[in-house]
Every structure is written in structure tokens, then in C-alpha cells.
């Protein structure tokens, strides 16, 4: 491994992506994830790699499409706002099979909200937010290390699925700090060719990427194969972890730092006789449907935790269907569920 550090979550962020090869980044700043931006700003120039403030989202959405389409890794920042403005361009890279890594921390909402933690995004990042049948991977970390270690898989995984890739964090892991074992940074010269990336034609047929096809017929051929390779992303890449679930009469479902708040009030339930755990999703899209599905046929209820109105709520319905009770418990514009709050959740529903 490489050095250890003590970093902010955005910071974590920036510097896994530099390591990871990130050659550019394309961002407009916003709270909270000011500080990325600023990281990158201080740092990937003085490695000799391309750093631009772009002029608003929409132009480093685009430039992110021009970078991804040469072939080299490329990133982008935002908070909620700013995201739902890049996701026209979104839609462009998963149409044009582009990889790209996306970082959105979440702030509150909706409009304009205010720059307080929020789980808000989920329906945006994992149910599309552009225009279009496509999906991105979804990564949601819940400490500082997972959020670095999730970048440096972001774009391993852009680059194997040719898929833009989201790392869906939020204001409090954005803003927390924790000590972080960095990894060494990879070789850029070692990463697998690009045959497909525009170039230039020197020797060989120029290479053409666009999203569109005004054939019906060729279009919805580009649409099935985006859907053969979901179906392979889903079949390969789902990640989850599991608390203390073996013996557990009620589980807890949470992502990023909504889980590790959980954890505690997981341990304060079995603290008091209550056999409870906690199933964390680390891939929001592909979703953990099966293995919460055979958790669910263990326990008589499972109940979700977000900082959001019941976004994730849904897909933890689709999971369970009859097999347990699911009930939810959320906060919103910037309130962050408490252990006590979740643990008096979890006494009232595990009677």
C-alpha cells in the first residue's frame, strides 16, 4: 500500500482518483463538495493532467464526454443541483458506451434545498435521471477509506463496461475525516488499450461515437446491446454487506453514512435482547435484490433507514415482496437519523 493519510471524504475522493489515473477533471464548484474541487484544482496540474473550472455543469458534463470519448479517464463533481444539470450528458456517455466517473454529494432537497446531508438523489442515479433505457453503476461508500476505494473501482469499472459509473456519497461524508490508506498510484501506460476511442485515424478507418441512430430498427440494436450489458453488469457486479444477520429476527437496510449510524444502533439493539442486523447495499445500482431477498425469507421484518422520503424504500419492496414487513423510518432537509432514533425504530417494530 501506499502512505496514510487524514483526509476529508472529498478529499479522499480526489486524491483515489488521481491515483487511479484520472488524467481529467471537469467540474463547477458547489457546496458541499467545494473542497474536491479545489483538491484537484491544487494538484492534478502540477502532475501535468488537464484541470478545468468549467463555466457551469453543462459544460463539464460535455467536456467530460469529449475527454471520455480520447480514451483517457475523466471525472466530474457535483452536488445534487448541479448533477441534475449534467443529466443530459449523462445520457449521452451511457448512449454512446463512454466511461466516465461521476461523483455527486448529495445535498438537500428539492430546488435550490439547502448544503445539509441528504439521501435525496437515489431515484436520479439509480432509476436513470436523463432521457433514455439506461443505467449507470451506482456506488454508495459509507466511510472515507470506502469512498476512496470505491473511486479507484469506479474506473476500473467505467473503463470494463464502457458505462459512466456515479459514486453516490453526501454532505457528511463529504465533510467528515478519517484516516485513509491510499493505495500506490497506478500506471496509466499499463491500462488496457481503447481501440474504440477517437484518436485520430492514423493508420486505420477513423472511429465515429454518437448516441444516435435515426433507423428505428439500428436503434433499438443499440438499445438491446445496452441491455445485454446490463444484464452482465448485474450478473457480475453486485456488492453488499452484511451485520450480524445470521441469527437476526429484524433487519435494518441503509447505504453510505446512514449504514455506519445504523451499525451503531444495531449493536445498542442487541445490547438489550434484540437480535437485529443490518444488510448495507454498496452497489445502488446494480441493486442487492437476491441476497436481500434471502435475507428477508429469514426474518419476520425488515426495516429501511434513509435520509430521504422512501427513495430506496422502493427497490427494498421490490426485494421483499410478501416475505417480511417492511416499514420505514426517514429524515429530511438535512436531518440526520440518530442511534437512539433508529433503535427506537427497530424496539417498535421488532415486538
Not at 446491446?225 to 437496510?253: F, G, S
Not at 422502493?314 to 421483499?320: H, I, P, S, T
Not at 414487513?325 to 427497530?346: A, D, H
Request: aromatic residues 6%; charged residues 20%; glycine residues 10%.
Amino acid at each position: 500500500m501506499g502512505e496514510r493519510r487524514l483526509l476529508r471524504g472529498n478529499e479522499a475522493i480526489a486524491e483515489s482518483a488521481i491515483r487511479a489515473g484520472c488524467q481529467c477533471y471537469f467540474a463547477y464548484p458547489i457546496t458541499p463538495q467545494g473542497e474536491l474541487v479545489e483538491y484537484m484544482a491544487r494538484h492534478m496540474p502540477r502532475l501535468g493532467r488537464t484541470f478545468i473550472q468549467a463555466e457551469s455543469e453543462v459544460a463539464a458534463i460535455n467536456m467530460v464526454y469529449g475527454a471520455a470519448g480520447a480514451g483517457v479517464r475523466t471525472m466530474t463533481s457535483s452536488s445534487s443541483p448541479g448533477i441534475s444539470l449534467k443529466q443530459e450528458g449523462i445520457s449521452y456517455l451511457a448512449g454512446s458506451n463512454l466511461p466516465a466517473v461521476i461523483v455527486n454529494v448529495v445535498r438537500g432537497g428539492p430546488g435550490l434545498g439547502n448544503i445539509a446531508p441528504s439521501q435525496c438523489d437515489y431515484f436520479q442515479a439509480v432509476k436513470g435521471g436523463g432521457h433514455g433505457d439506461y443505467h449507470m453503476i451506482v456506488l454508495g461508500p459509507s466511510t472515507v477509506p470506502e469512498a476512496g476505494e470505491l473511486t479507484m473501482l469506479a474506473f476500473d469499472l467505467a473503463d470494463r463496461y464502457r458505462t459512466p459509473v456515479m459514486i453516490l456519497a453526501d454532505g457528511l461524508l463529504g465533510q467528515m475525516m478519517e484516516p485513509v490508506e491510499l493505495p500506490e498510484p497506478i500506471d496509466v501506460s499499463q491500462l488496457p488499450p481503447k481501440p474504440w476511442a477517437a484518436t485520430g485515424a492514423r493508420g486505420r478507418e477513423p472511429n465515429i461515437i454518437l448516441s444516435f441512430d435515426l433507423g428505428p430498427e439500428n436503434l433499438k440494436k443499440m438499445n438491446l446491446d445496452l441491455q445485454a450489458k446490463y444484464d452482465l453488469i448485474r450478473k457480475h457486479e453486485v456488492r453488499y454487506e452484511e451485520t450480524q444477520t445470521a441469527d437476526a429476527e429484524i433487519i435494518v437496510v441503509a447505504y453510505g453514512t446512514i449504514a455506519r449510524i445504523a451499525k451503531t444502533a444495531i449493536d445498542m439493539a442487541r445490547a438489550e435482547g434484540i437480535r437485529a442486523g443490518l444488510f448495507r447495499p454498496i452497489t445502488l445500482w446494480p441493486y442487492p435484490y437476491d441476497a436481500l431477498r434471502a435475507v428477508a425469507d429469514r426474518v419476520k421484518t425488515v426495516l429501511t433507514v434513509e435520509m430521504s422520503a422512501g427513495q430506496m424504500w422502493e427497490d427494498v419492496r421490490l426485494a421483499v415482496a410478501e416475505r417480511a414487513k417492511t416499514p420505514f423510518y426517514g429524515e429530511m432537509g438535512g436531518i440526520v437519523p440518530t442511534p437512539k432514533g433508529i433503535l427506537s425504530e427497530v424496539k417498535k417494530h421488532a415486538r
